[in-house]
């Protein structure tokens, strides 16, 4: 049960109301990155892309619509880190990605 006690903060991305403890649990210096639509994305997400790619030394295009799965966030705000097969090291851009 909820305690009088408990503090909130509105979180305006989604649109709730967290208790304050859980919003400060974010990671400090680690910047926010947002797919094309603004979402927030986070390490472990999904992300599909919104446009064919082609993937510099892979020789490879990979098409829109391509599901990339477990992404992992780096200390870019514009760059994600993921893997695909047959691709090593592949980093995108987070403008041309969108939530799943």
Do not use: H
């Not at 446009?51 to 030394?57: C, I, P, S």
Request: glycine share 8%; aromatic share 4%.
């Amino acid at each position: 049960m909820i305690g009088d006690d408990d503090e909130y903060v509105y979180d305006e991305e989604t649109g709730e109301w967290r208790p304050a403890t859980a919003a400060a649990v974010t990671k400090p210096g680690r910047a926010e990155v947002r797919d094309a639509a603004g979402n927030l994305l986070t390490d472990g997400d999904s992300v599909t892309l919104i446009k064919d790619l082609k993937v510099k030394g892979a020789n490879q295009t990979l098409k829109q619509g391509t599901v990339i799965k477990a992404i992992r966030l780096t200390d870019s705000d514009q760059e994600i880190d993921c893997r695909f097969e047959g691709i090593k090291g592949l980093v995108l851009r987070a403008e041309f990605v969108r939530k799943r």
